[in-house]
T-cell receptor, first 117, second 114 residues
């Protein structure tokens, strides 16, 4: 099946630093990618929709200046958590869709566990 | 944001037993999906449902898209230890060939004992 690669799988950083997370579609081109956030023992909450070549669409309550999304190519979207604080510690997951396949063609990365000290 | 309500929240069953979980929403979705998530991993798609009333199987898994388009259930028959994990339902509003954002359920944590 299609593969979505997410990197790094785990990152620990100091408060105030910025962290970049990469999401790559390895064997297909994805015009749209999605970024989710998941707290321990909780569900996935959509943060933003990343559109290749245009600005990301953020969900209500998500600070776009805090969570910068760049989708510069058809196979790569990045999420940068700027000036990270302990409350930003969470599991971040991306997903990418094979064009024309609908929700059944949506694949998730393996996630990035961010811990901010 | 909106969440779908899943029940039960967690369940402990013995190997070989059948499992049933469901997902309800206050609003209509045109696509329902069921995912399994292992610790520290992203969700993996189990079954996708595209039509109201649709009943679909994938091995020991069977899922149905409710007639009202506001609910879905997932059954697992003859559970085995590797069925352990968190099961999420998810709904998508659009029914076109374009994937749009998903709304996830609250999750059902499954534990299987020998």
């Amino acid at each position: 099946g299609a593969v979505v690669s997410q990197h790094p799988s785990r990152v620990i950083c100091k408060s105030g630093t910025s962290v970049k997370i990469e999401c790559r579609s390895l064997d297909f081109q994805a015009t749209t990618m999605f970024w989710y956030r998941q707290f321990p023992k909780k569900s996935l909450m959509l943060m933003a929709t990343s559109n290749e070549g245009s600005k990301a669409t953020y969900e209500q309550g998500v600070e776009k200046d805090k969570f910068l999304i760049n989708h510069a190519s058809l196979t790569l979207s990045t999420l940068t958590v700027t000036s990270a604080h302990p409350e930003d510690s969470s599991f971040y997951i991306c997903s990418a869709s094979i064009p024309g396949t609908g929700a059944g063609g949506l694949f998730f990365g393996s996630g990035t566990q961010l811990s901010v000290l | 944001g909106q969440q779908l309500n899943q029940s039960p929240q967690s369940m402990f069953i013995q190997e070989g037993e059948d499992v049933s979980m469901n997902c309800t929403s206050s609003s209509i979705f045109n696509t329902w999906l069921w995912y399994k998530q292992d610790p520290g991993e992203g969700p993996v798609l189990l079954i996708a449902l595209y039509k109201a009333g649709e009943l679909t199987s994938n091995g020991r898994l069977t899922a149905q898209f409710g007639i009202t388009r506001k609910d879905s259930f997932l059954n697992i028959s003859a559970s085995i230890p590797s069925d352990v994990g968190i099961y999420f339902c998810a709904g998508q509003l659009l029914d076109t060939g374009t994937a749009s954002k998903l709304t996830f359920g609250t999750g059902t944590r499954l534990q299987v004992t020998l």
